[in-house]
């Protein structure tokens, strides 16, 4: 499969521009975690994970996860990836549980992408750039602050993968540092 079919459908069902900005977003870090956890060989597939975790939730928020597969056949997907996007929804919205490293990375991250992301709009740069751990872990702390963004999700992820919680923050925002300008560039061309 090819990453620019994996782009047509995510925009083909997701017109909002912060759904794009989400799937590329998780695209570059779940790529960023496979290179850093040893898994450089399968970053192309965990990228693809992250790019269309959420391809159902604009149109069928009802149905995420349980939509996934039938879009995903659209563009041929394997079992694998679907597996996959589907696992990141486990307890939520579906009952696939994460197995694999990556699907446990997808699962932790998601939520936590989306928190980062809510903090640096806030912050005078609009980036999480020079966002530091301590900001981030206040932002956590906040359940009023991006209500929307299940800390009890991102908690549970941080065990899946038998981390500490602040290892988990502190890694996917050095994940998102690194891959701030890649989200902007690919935001700016569509």
């Known amino acids: 499969m090819q990453r620019q079919d994996a782009v047509k459908l995510v925009q083909k069902y997701n017109t909002e521009p912060f759904h794009m900005q989400h799937a590329f977003t998780v695209e570059a870090v779940m790529r960023w975690f496979a290179n850093e956890l040893g898994y450089g060989d399968e970053a192309d597939f965990w990228a693809l994970a992250g790019l269309l975790h959420d391809v159902d939730f604009e149109m069928w928020p009802d149905e995420h996860c349980k939509k996934a597969p039938e879009l995903l056949a659209e ?3 394997d079992e694998a990836l679907v597996h996959a996007v589907c696992s990141h929804g486990w307890g939520d919205c579906c009952d696939v549980e994460p197995t694999h490293q990556m699907e446990k990375v997808l699962f932790a991250t998601d939520e936590l992408t989306g928190l980062v992301g809510a903090a640096a709009r806030m912050r005078p740069s609009k980036s999480c750039k020079d966002m530091e751990l301590s900001s981030l872990k206040k932002k956590f702390k906040d359940k009023r602050f ?20 602040d290892e988990l923050l502190d890694k996917t925002l050095a994940a998102m540092r690194a891959t701030e300008d890649e989200v902007e560039a690919q935001m700016a061309a569509l």
């Not at 991006?146 to 919680?165: F, M, P």
């Open 75 to 77: 563009i041929g997907a």
């Open 146 to 165: 991006a209500a929307g963004c299940s800390r009890d999700i991102i908690r549970q992820g941080a065990e899946l993968l038998g981390w500490e919680l």
